[in-house]
């Protein structure tokens, strides 16, 4: 497609700034908009959906506390964390393990993620104040089940 | 642009509106350098029709739910597949509107507003539009979708998409069944309040 367009400049949004940012560092991250009912995604950037294994339309819309990804291996624990994370408006790190989305029906075995979250609660200054909420997971562990639980833990 | 510009003025047209007009004009200038795409196809014979629409609108035609589809009904499909283009602050559907089509976004971002509050952005890869529930009724849509940038897309009419699903019957199934887990955003009213967000694969509440 032709790069030269018409006169109009695209305007920076609030939200267009942020994905620009987040994509600059290779993060996988969501973007949630916290006035929504439910906290809903609004946004995922690829990164996200390749890590997780699950497409856009899957994640779109669904609460931000990511129940999708919780699995045998995720503690309740680090679930209320992450609860409680989202309701304040600090930053906040939080381990969690997350699964893949289960392909083949072995979510027993396999692979799965644990990672430091990232909360971040960015208020916009514009009248349309969007509260929105992003996180990123830095490192990934490859757990692997056999009989004596041996695991392995390396960075990604 | 001249013509234009003797058109705005002849109508008096609103400074804005007339802004609108131009720099439409222009972009779609800019696009397809004054030829007019379903004119040009116009005069060949239909095989030759639907080789040249499956050739352009073949990021559309490679979403999963379209992999189910025979040769045929794929190119029955192309030919009712049209691009188009948005420019940044206009309205592609407003809420409330009958929906005539489901769009492709091939470039730029969109944002689907309800309210003014923002439920989704859409980017590159995305479909947006709605499922078909089964009987002739209209849909209405319930959020505006709004470019923020530029966007190149590719749209296929419900009503197009309805006749070749009648002509294709086997594959009509496959895509009521696959079309919600490839569209980013329904957009059909009353699709939100159906049965809630469901069990994907294995995931235990």
């Known amino acids: ?156 | 642009m001249k013509d234009l510009k003797e058109f705005t003025r002849v109508h008096c047209l609103p400074q804005q509106l007339k802004q609108r007009m131009l720099e439409y004009y222009q972009t779609t200038w800019s696009v397809n350098h004054g030829i007019d795409t379903n004119e040009l196809l116009h005069d060949f014979p239909d095989e030759l029709r639907a080789d040249i629409a499956m050739h352009l609108h073949k990021d559309i035609l490679q979403l999963p739910v379209f992999t189910g589809a025979s040769r045929g009904c794929l190119r029955s499909l192309s030919l009712n597949i049209k691009t188009s283009f948005c420019v940044p602050g206009e309205y592609l559907i407003r809420q409330g509107d009958a929906l005539q089509s489901n769009y492709y976004v091939c470039s730029g971002s969109l944002e689907v507003l309800k309210d003014s509050m923002v439920l989704a952005i859409l980017g590159k890869g995305d479909l947006i539009g709605s499922d078909l529930p089964g009987t002739e009724q209209v849909i209405k849509t319930n959020a505006d979708v709004k470019a923020l940038t530029y966007c190149d897309l590719q749209y296929i009419s419900l009503r197009g998409l309805r006749e070749v699903l009648y002509l294709y019957p086997e594959y009509g199934s496959v895509y009521a069944a696959d079309i919600n887990k490839n569209l980013t955003y329904n957009l059909r009213e009353g699709s939100q309040s159906e049965d809630g967000p469901d069990e994907v694969a294995g995931a235990p509440n």
């Open chain 1, 1 to 156: 497609m032709p790069v030269r367009r018409g006169h109009v400049a695209p305007q920076n949004t609030f939200l267009g700034v942020i994905i620009r940012k987040f994509e600059g560092q290779n993060k996988k991250f969501i973007i949630a908009n916290a006035r929504v009912q439910n906290c809903a995604i609004i946004y995922c950037n690829d990164g996200f959906c390749e890590m997780t294994g699950f497409s856009r339309p899957d994640v779109m819309q669904r609460p931000c506390t990511c129940d999708f990804l919780h699995g045998q291996f995720t503690s309740r624990h680090a679930v209320a964390q992450v609860a409680q994370a989202l309701l304040g408006s600090e930053e906040r790190k939080v381990e969690i393990t997350y699964h893949r989305k289960d392909v083949f029906g072995l979510r027993q075995t396999g692979w799965s993620y644990l990672g430091s979250v990232i909360f971040r609660s960015l208020h916009s200054r514009t009248v349309r104040t969007i509260l929105a909420l992003s996180w990123g997971l830095l490192w990934m562990v490859k757990v692997r089940h056999h009989r004596g639980l041996r695991s392995q833990i390396c960075r990604a």
